[in-house]
């Protein structure tokens, strides 16, 4: 069985929406693996090390947008 990961829906993914003050994107500060990461503020994350991702949901579970899905 495949191993689940981090996916990121861009379309759904709108930093400036959730994190207008800082910019910082939540799922990505959740993610304590650093896999996860924003290159910049007010950016949207990217994955990292996608191969490490542990599918433990806690980006999923951050996000108010619902914009990252385990798979
Ligand atoms: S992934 Fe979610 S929390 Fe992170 S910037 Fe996008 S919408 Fe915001
Ligand atoms: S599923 Fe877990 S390890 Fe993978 S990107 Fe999300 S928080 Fe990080």
């Known amino acids: 069985m ?3 990961r981090a ?3 861009y379309d759904k ?3 400036d929406k ?3 003050d800082d910019g910082i994107c939540l ?3 959740a993610c304590t693996h650093s896999i996860m990461e924003q ?3 007010h950016e949207s994350p990217m994955i ?4 490490m991702c542990q599918g433990c ?3 999923s579970q951050a996000c108010p947008f619902d914009a990252i899905t385990i798979a």
Do not use: T
Not at 48 to 51: E, G, I, L, S, Y
């Open 39 to 41: 290159e910049e503020r």
């Open 57 to 59: 949901s806690d980006c």
């Open 18 to 20: 959730c994190a207008p």
């Open 7 to 9: 996916i990121i829906d």
């Open 2 to 4: 495949p191993k689940r």
């Open 27 to 29: 799922a990505a500060a």
């Open 13 to 15: 993914c709108v930093p």
């Open 48 to 51: 990292f090390r996608a191969d």
